[in-house]
């Protein structure tokens, strides 16, 4: 039997094996910076998540300076507790500043973020700023909707007037209405407030046109706009046009909040003017807090976001929600641990759930299917 001292079994085998290891390692490595550079090239979506939370019985900070979220200088208002919290979403990502794949990635796996495709957020023609502009003034639409709904949820009687404030490039009212025309009907019908108005061109759908009378310079006008569907998660009829109301108040209220969009506050703004005007507390003291758009009679619509919101409401230690009835499918199953959620139509139904939540007596108000 020959034996080979200079050449150890162990080593030959070691080195026979090293240039396979160093390529696995190799391989390893090429497909780790792939990966990484997947991971970071920009993603078609954009990521909700809960944003700040206004106390809609407190103060805000405006120019340095803590004032009143709702203030009414001229009236008397009277001594609140606990809170009343309106809710926001922040959305990261648009179309100039794209989220990664590892961004969405990660959100994905966050219960309390939401991973939507850019263009049900941003509009394929509408730049940023004029998604600001449509949502800063439906901010300032929903503040009026909501101080008309809690006046006349006080018995307070005012006039009102809806009018054209914008209208959107390639809509269908372009070149026929114009910024400034009074609504005086469609199909007939007249409206309270822009909601209502809403409700008609939603049920005159998009395969007629609406009949449009309008007041323009003391002269009264009539055409026919045929409403084409919206753009968004929820697409519904629309004529193109932004509208405001002009509500004639019997005294000044203020809802002091910047750089917040939207009109999906109306509902919290609406409640925390009555309960400044109302003896005792809506809320017996409680934290609570709530979403929905307003009309200004007092019907509360559905809103984006909500999961968000719950978790939002959640991290304020709110203990009680008040949701509109619409957004319960978005509701249920979602809701976090330690949040007792209410599902709400109108006004008179938020109140009613306060009053149940102020008396400790909550069951058998109307809630979202657990399940």
Same mark, same amino acid.
């Given at each position: 039997?020959a034996?080979? *001292?200079d !050449?150890?079994?162990?080593?030959s085998?070691?080195?026979?094996a090293?240039? &396979?290891?160093?390529?696995?390692?190799l391989?390893?490595?090429?497909?780790?910076?792939?990966i990484?550079a997947?991971?970071?090239?920009?993603a078609?979506?954009v990521?909700q998540k809960?944003?700040?939370v206004?106390?809609t019985?407190?103060?805000v900070?405006i120019d340095? @300076?803590?004032?009143p979220?709702i203030?009414i200088?001229?009236?008397e208002t009277?001594?609140?507790?606990?809170?009343l919290?309106?809710?926001?979403?922040?959305v990261?990502g648009?179309?100039?500043a794209?989220l990664?794949?590892?961004?969405v990635?990660?959100?994905?796996?966050?219960?309390?973020?939401?991973?939507l495709? /850019?263009?049900?957020v941003?509009?394929?023609?509408e730049?940023?700023?004029?998604?600001n502009e449509?949502?800063?003034i439906?901010? @300032?639409?929903?503040q009026?909707?909501? /101080?008309a709904?809690?006046?006349?949820?006080?018995?307070?009687?005012f006039?009102?007037?809806?009018?054209?404030a914008?209208?959107?490039?390639?809509?269908?009212?372009?070149?026929?209405?114009?910024a400034?025309?009074?609504?005086? @009907?469609?199909?007939g019908?007249?409206?309270?407030?822009v909601?209502?108005?809403?409700?008609?061109i939603?049920?005159? #759908?998009?395969?007629?046109?609406?009949v449009?009378?309008?007041l323009?310079?003391?002269?009264?006008l009539?055409?026919e706009?045929t409403?084409?569907?919206?753009?968004?998660e929820q697409p519904?009829?629309?004529?193109?046009?932004?509208?405001?109301?002009?509500?004639?108040?019997?005294f000044?209220?203020t809802?002091?909040? @910047?750089?917040?969009? #939207?009109?999906?506050?109306?509902?919290?703004?609406?409640l925390?003017?009555?309960?400044k005007? !109302?003896p005792?507390?809506?809320n017996g &003291?409680?934290?609570?807090? %709530?979403?929905?758009t /307003?009309?200004?009679?007092g019907?509360?619509?559905? /809103?984006? #976001?909500?999961r968000?919101?719950?978790? %939002?409401?959640?991290a304020?230690?709110? #203990?009680?929600?008040?949701?509109?009835?619409?957004?319960?499918d978005?509701v249920?199953g979602?809701?976090?641990?330690?949040?007792?959620?209410f599902?709400?139509?109108?006004?008179?139904?938020?109140?009613?759930a306060?009053?149940?939540?102020?008396?400790g007596? !909550?069951?058998?108000?109307?809630a979202c *299917?657990?399940?």
């Amino acid at each position: 039997m020959a034996l080979f *001292p200079d !050449t150890p079994p162990d080593r030959s085998r070691s080195d026979r094996a090293r240039p &396979g290891a160093s390529l696995g390692w190799l391989l390893l490595a090429i497909a780790a910076v792939a990966i990484l550079a997947i991971a970071l090239l920009p993603a078609p979506y954009v990521v909700q998540k809960p944003g700040p939370v206004f106390d809609t019985l407190g103060e805000v900070t405006i120019d340095d @300076e803590a004032v009143p979220l709702i203030d009414i200088p001229t009236e008397e208002t009277f001594p609140t507790k606990g809170s009343l919290d309106m809710l926001t979403v922040v959305v990261e990502g648009n179309r100039e500043a794209p989220l990664n794949w590892f961004q969405v990635g990660t959100s994905w796996l966050d219960r309390s973020r939401a991973v939507l495709p /850019i263009d049900s957020v941003y509009s394929p023609d509408e730049t940023i700023e004029q998604s600001n502009e449509q949502s800063r003034i439906a901010m @300032e639409v929903s503040q009026q909707e909501a /101080i008309a709904a809690a006046l006349r949820s006080l018995d307070y009687d005012f006039p009102s007037v809806l009018t054209v404030a914008e209208l959107s490039a390639g809509s269908p009212a372009e070149g026929v209405l114009e910024a400034g025309d009074v609504i005086t @009907e469609v199909n007939g019908e007249t409206f309270a407030d822009v909601t209502a108005l809403r409700a008609e061109i939603g049920k005159n #759908g998009v395969d007629r046109p609406a009949v449009v009378s309008v007041l323009r310079d003391g002269v009264e006008l009539t055409e026919e706009i045929t409403p084409v569907l919206s753009e968004g998660e929820q697409p519904s009829p629309i004529l193109g046009v932004v509208i405001s109301s002009e509500y004639d108040f019997p005294f000044d209220v203020t809802i002091q909040l @910047e750089n917040v969009g #939207g009109p999906s506050a109306g509902q919290m703004f609406a409640l925390g003017i009555i309960d400044k005007l !109302t003896p005792g507390q809506l809320n017996g &003291g409680e934290n609570v807090a %709530g979403t929905g758009t /307003i009309t200004g009679a007092g019907d509360i619509g559905p /809103i984006g #976001g909500i999961r968000q919101k719950m978790f %939002g409401a959640l991290a304020e230690r709110a #203990g009680y929600f008040l949701a509109p009835v619409d957004n319960c499918d978005e509701v249920t199953g979602h809701i976090p641990d330690g949040l007792e959620v209410f599902a709400v139509a109108t006004l008179e139904d938020s109140l009613a759930a306060l009053e149940g939540i102020a008396s400790g007596e !909550t069951e058998g108000l109307p809630a979202c *299917p657990t399940e």
